[in-house]
């Protein structure tokens, strides 16, 4: 069935280093795709998205660009800053009866 | 802009006590759901509602019902608390064509904690 996949564990990095979150997504048809933030104790927020093939999605410096001869919509930001610290959600629609399909999640950590 | 609101940030309960976990969103949204969230087992939906008083059961529904008496509200009941319910749950709302590039809107979530 359609899927979403993230990259295993937390990433740890320095202040105005670069971040990459992996994602890759399995499915049948041509799927939006999602990221979405939750800071420490909040609910998630939508912080891009992509609805076709070689759409890029960009907000707060992040972007991601759907690939679908890979199928990955991978995170990026050039420079990033404690306040990234947060968990970091890719999603899929549709999954199911419209419905979102939500990854593990990746806890970024930003030390100063 | 959207606003989903649970009643409560943190709950205390004790074990056998039936809880609910409401939730209410401003835009007209047509779909509304039920997740909880524990580490390293990410976001597993429980109960999700595509109308008013339509429910369907999302991945891990036992030991939980919802209601929706109302287009904006979608209750989570816990009929018998239980210390494996201990953790934090999130409702989200999105419109019919969610895909569209709409997407959900979450709440801030409930800490829930059954002792």
């Known amino acids: 069935g359609d899927s979403v996949t993230q990259m295993e564990g937390p990433v740890t990095l320095s202040e105005e280093a670069f971040l990459t979150i992996n994602c890759t997504y399995t499915a049948t048809g041509y799927p939006s795709l999602f990221w979405y933030v939750q800071y420490p104790g909040e609910g998630l927020q939508l912080l891009l998205k992509?609805?076709?093939?070689?759409d890029k999605g960009s907000n707060k410096g992040f972007e991601a660009t759907y690939r679908k001869e890979t199928t990955s919509f991978h995170l990026e930001k050039g420079s990033v800053q404690v306040s990234d610290s947060a968990v970091y959600f890719c999603a899929l629609y549709p999954y199911g009866n419209n419905r979102l399909a939500f990854g593990k999640g990746n806890q970024v950590v930003v030390i100063p | 802009d959207v606003k989903v609101t649970q009643s409560s940030r943190y709950l205390v309960k004790r074990t056998g006590e039936k809880v609910f976990l409401e939730c209410v969103q401003d835009?007209?949204?047509?779909?509304m759901f039920w997740y909880r969230q524990d580490p390293g087992l990410g976001l597993r939906l429980i109960y999700f509602s595509y109308d008013v008083k339509m429910k369907e059961k999302g991945d891990i529904p036992e030991g939980y019902s919802v209601s929706r008496e109302k287009k904006e509200r979608f209750s989570l009941i816990l009929e018998s608390a239980s210390t494996n319910q201990t953790s934090m749950y999130l409702c989200a709302s999105s419109p019919k064509l969610t895909g569209l590039g709409y997407g959900y809107t979450f709440g801030s979530g409930t800490r829930l904690t059954v002792v």
């Open positions: 835009m007209d949204h047509e779909n």
């Open positions: 992509a609805t076709k093939a070689d």
